[in-house]
């Protein structure tokens, strides 16, 4: 499967973005989807994870449910809903797909578990 994350840009703080991943070449729903954010120097960070039938759900604990993981099979794309964004959430956003985790135990908060990504979006996030 294909993955690729738009929707990213500018905001001041305390606005909201929603960000997508669009699929293609693969059946969806059969994809675990997960969103990482990388700063350069750093590690890959696990921001939220959304089960293939969409039923479950995974968020880093650190958004304190600012952000909102969705998924549409019919149209196969994910979303990431964000509110009230600081200055902190200022960097390039991952959509990331695994096969694995929908038939096999893993970790969805790990990017080892994921076999497909998609370039990032960039959201900067002004103060």
């Known amino acids: 499967v294909q993955l690729q994350a738009s929707g990213g840009g500018s905001v001041q703080a305390g606005g909201s973005l929603n960000i997508s991943c669009s699929a293609s070449?693969?059946?969806?729903?059969?994809?675990?989807i997960g969103w990482f954010r990388q700063v350069p120097g750093k590690e890959r960070e696990f921001v939220a994870a959304?089960?293939?039938?969409?039923?479950?759900?995974y968020y880093a604990d650190f958004l304190k449910d600012r952000f909102t993981i969705s998924r549409d099979n019919v149209k196969n794309t994910a979303y990431l809903k964000m509110n009230n964004l600081k200055p902190e959430d200022t960097t390039l956003y991952y959509c990331?797909?695994?096969?694995?985790?929908?038939?096999?135990?893993?970790?969805?908060?790990?990017?080892?578990?994921?076999?497909?990504w998609g370039q990032g979006t960039h959201v900067t996030v002004s103060s």
């Open positions: 070449g693969g059946t969806f729903r059969n994809y675990y």
């Open positions: 990331a797909g695994s096969s694995s985790l929908q038939t096999m135990y893993g970790n969805p908060r790990m990017p080892r578990e994921y076999e497909h």
């Open positions: 959304v089960s293939g039938p969409g039923g479950t759900t």
